[in-house]
C-alpha cells in the first residue's frame, strides 16, 4: 500500500497485479520488481510478501541504510529441529536482543486406507507439539550510512544481523550437518555440470589452439595468445555469474557471461597443457567474503589461474581493454577460493601494476600574457587502463580531445599524437598543444600564475569529519607533473612557492613540490605517492589533512613583477 496524507484524510491506494515484473536472471534465479503506486514526497510505503521455498534459509536483515531509521525491527522464528548460526556485521551495534521460547501445537492430517472386499479410507486428525525460539532484533534511531570515495561495498560496513543454517535434527533422525566445507564445495563444483565440465572442454577450439601451439614456443607468449582468443571472440555482456550453461554457444553468438568466458579461457590453457584452474570471487560491489562462513552465495564472480614457473598468474577476459594479468577494479577484493583437484585454496587478489600518470609541460609566457606551449601524458596501469576505456566510446581521438578540453576551460587543445592505445601491455601517451583565450592574471606591475596546468587534486574526497570503515583506493597510486616556463621578457621572479616534502607515517604517502629557477626558466616537479592500498579508520584525519595540505601546495601562484 502507499498512504498519502491530504487536507486531514489518508489515501489507500493499492499495488496491482500489473505493476509487479517478472525478469528470468538464470535457471536459478527470478527478480521480481514492483512499482509503488502514487508515490510522492511524504508518502509511507508498506510493502509485505511471502517467499515460500524449499530451501531452509532465513534472509539477511539490515538495520541501517542510506537514510538514517528511526526504528528497525526484526523477528525470527526458529523451531526446535534446525539450528543456525548467527552472524552481526557492521560497526554500529545492534541495539537490543531477546530470545524467548515457546510451545507451538501444529494440528495435521493423515489418511488411512484398509483394503479387503471393500476398500475403505478414513482421514484422522491429530495434533502435535513442538518448541519454537522467537528472536527480537531492534536498533533505534540509527545513523545514516554516508558513502564516500574510496570504499568498497557497503555491504563490509552496514549494520546487519546474517544466518545461516548449521544443522537439522528431525525427531527420529541422525543430525544432518548443513556446514560444509570449502573442501567439500570443491569438490561439489568439480562435478557440477555446468562448472566442472566446462573446464575440461573446449573441444570445439581445438584448430585455433594448434595455430597458437604451433606459433608461440614460450609459455608467456601462449598465455597471452590464448588470453587474447577468448577475450576477443567473446564480448561480456555484462551477466555476473560462476557457472557457464552453454560456452559453446557462447562463443558462436559472440556474448556470454563471465562464467562462460573465464570457465572457457580454464578450458582452453588446461588443453595446451597448463596448469590452470578457476578462482570464485566477490566484486567489490558484492562485498567481501567471510572464509569463516563456508557459503558458496557469497561468490558471484569467476577469473581464471595459470601456474607458470611457480608463479600463480590471474587473468580476466571480460574486459578488452585489460591486459594479460591485470584484474578490473572490480575483482580486487581481498580474497578468492581456487578450485582444483587437490581441495581448493585461497588467493590473494592484489593489483599486478600501478595506477600511474605523469604529465609532462613545457609553455611560455607570450608577450601579451597568454600562455602557449604543449603537454605529454602517460599513462601505465590501471591508469591506462581507463583512459582506454574511456577513449573507446568516442568514434575518434580528436572527439575524445574536443570533450577531454571542456575541463580545460580557458585552454584550446589541438592533438598531435597518440600512441599506444591497441598496445595494452605498454604506456598510453598523449601529446597536444594549447594555448589561452585568457591573459595570466595581473595585478598593478604584478603577474600571477599557477604553474600547474592539469593533473592537480582539486578538491579532497574526504568530507566526513570521522569515518568508521577503512579507506580503500584499489591500487598504489602515483601522479607526476613536471614543467618547463620561460617567462616573458621585462619580468622577474618576486615570489615562488616553497618547496615541500610531506610524507605520512610508514611512508603510506607522500608528496613532494620541488621548483627552482635558471635564467628566464621556472621548472617544476610535484609527486603524489599512495603508497599504502587500505587505510584503516585511525589513519582517517590524518589522511584527510594530508590531502588537504596537498591541495593547498598545488593552488600557490608564481608572482612575476614587471621591472
Known amino acids: 500500500m502507499t498512504f498519502n496524507f491530504d487536507e486531514g484524510k489518508t489515501e489507500k491506494v493499492k499495488l496491482e497485479n500489473n505493476q509487479v515484473f517478472t525478469d528470468d536472471i538464470n535457471k536459478y534465479w527470478e527478480l521480481i520488481k514492483f512499482e509503488k503506486p502514487a508515490v510522492k514526497e511524504g508518502s509511507i510505503i508498506d510493502v509485505e510478501y511471502s517467499i515460500l521455498s524449499e530451501l531452509y534459509n532465513i534472509r539477511n536483515w539490515d538495520f541501517q541504510d542510506d537514510i538514517p531509521t528511526l526504528h528497525s525491527e526484526y523477528r525470527v522464528t526458529i523451531p526446535e529441529y534446525f539450528h543456525f548460526k548467527q552472524l552481526e556485521k557492521g560497526f554500529i551495534p545492534i541495539g537490543e536482543k531477546s530470545t524467548s521460547n515457546r510451545t507451538v501445537t501444529q494440528t495435521g492430517t493423515e489418511n488411512q486406507r484398509s483394503t479387503g472386499y471393500v476398500t475403505t479410507s478414513r482421514v484422522q486428525s491429530y495434533n502435535f507439539n513442538y518448541n519454537v525460539t522467537d528472536y527480537f532484533f531492534i536498533s533505534k534511531h540509527v545513523p545514516a550510512f554516508y558513502e ?22 528431525w525427531p527420529n533422525r541422525p543430525v544432518k550437518n ?42 608467456e607468449a601462449k598465455i597471452a595468445a590464448v588470453y587474447d582468443l577468448i577475450r576477443n571472440g567473446i564480448s561480456w555482456n555484462g551477466r555476473y555469474s560462476f557457472h557457464s550453461y552453454d560456452n559453446n554457444k557462447a562463443w558462436n553468438e559472440g556474448s556470454g557471461t563471465v562464467g562462460d568466458i573465464n570457465l572457457l579461457l580454464v578450458a582452453a590453457l588446461r ?54 594479468g591485470l584484474l578490473p577494479e572490480r575483482c580486487l577484493n581481498g580474497q578468492g577460493r581456487q578450485i582444483d583437484k587437490n581441495g581448493g585454496s585461497w588467493v590473494d587478489l592484489v593489483p599486478a601494476s600501478n595506477h600511474r600518470r605523469m ?46 578540453q571542456k575541463g580545460f576551460q580557458t585552454f584550446s587543445l589541438e592533438l598531435d599524437s597518440v600512441s599506444g592505445v591497441a598496445q595494452l601491455n605498454e604506456p598510453l601517451y598523449l601529446s597536444y598543444s594549447f594555448e589561452t583565450d585568457v591573459p595570466v592574471d595581473a595585478a598593478g606591475n604584478l603577474l600571477m600564475i599557477n604553474p600547474i596546468l592539469i593533473g592537480k587534486t582539486q578538491t579532497n574526497p574526504f568530507k566526513l569529519p570521522e569515518r568508521a570503515y577503512p579507506v580503500d583506493f584499489s591500487f598504489p597510486r602515483t601522479n607526476t607533473y613536471m614543467a618547463t616556463i620561460t617567462l616573458p621578457e621585462g619580468y622577474a621572479i618576486d615570489n615562488l612557492p616553497q618547496n615541500k ?37 585511525e589513519d582517517y584525519q590524518n589522511l584527510k589533512l594530508f590531502f588537504n595540505q596537498v591541495i593547498e601546495a598545488q593552488t600557490e601562484d608564481i608572482i612575476l613583477k614587471k621591472l
Open 148 to 169: 564516500e570515495d574510496y570504499m568498497t561495498s557497503e555491504k563490509n560496513f552496514i549494520s546487519c544481523i546474517e544466518f545461516e543454517l548449521g544443522s537439522v535434527k
Open 178 to 219: 548443513y556446514t560444509n566445507t570449502w573442501e567439500a564445495i570443491n569438490k561439489e563444483l568439480l562435478f557440477d555440470t555446468d562448472f566442472g565440465n566446462r573446464i575440461n572442454g573446449a573441444g570445439f577450439l581445438k584448430d585455433k589452439l594448434a595455430l597458437i601451439e604451433r606459433l608461440n614456443p614460450n609459455p
Open 271 to 324: 588443453r595446451l597443457g597448463f596448469e590452470a584452474n578457476p578462482v570464485l570471487l566477490s566484486t567489490r560491489a558484492n562485498g567481501l567474503i567471510h572464509p569463516a562462513q563456508i557459503i558458496l552465495d557469497q561468490f558471484n564472480y569467476v577469473i581464471a589461474s595459470v601456474l607458470i614457473d611457480d608463479k600463480i598468474i590471474l587473468l580476466d577476459a571480460t574486459d578488452r581493454n585489460t591486459p594479460a
Open 359 to 404: 604529465y609532462q609541460a613545457a609553455f611560455t609566457i607570450e608577450p601579451d600574457l597568454s600562455l602557449k606551449g604543449n603537454i605529454i601524458e602517460k599513462h601505465e596501469g590501471y591508469s591506462a587502463l581507463e583512459y582506454r576505456k574511456t577513449m573507446q566510446n568516442y568514434n575518434s581521438t580528436e572527439a575524445y580531445l574536443e570533450e577531454y
Open 501 to 537: 616534502r610531506m610524507i605520512l607515517p610508514e611512508n603510506k604517502a607522500s608528496f613532494i613540490y620541488s621548483i627552482q629557477q635558471s635564467g628566464n626558466q621556472i621548472t617544476l616537479l610535484t609527486k603524489f605517492d599512495i603508497n599504502k592500498v587500505t587505510f584503516l579508520p
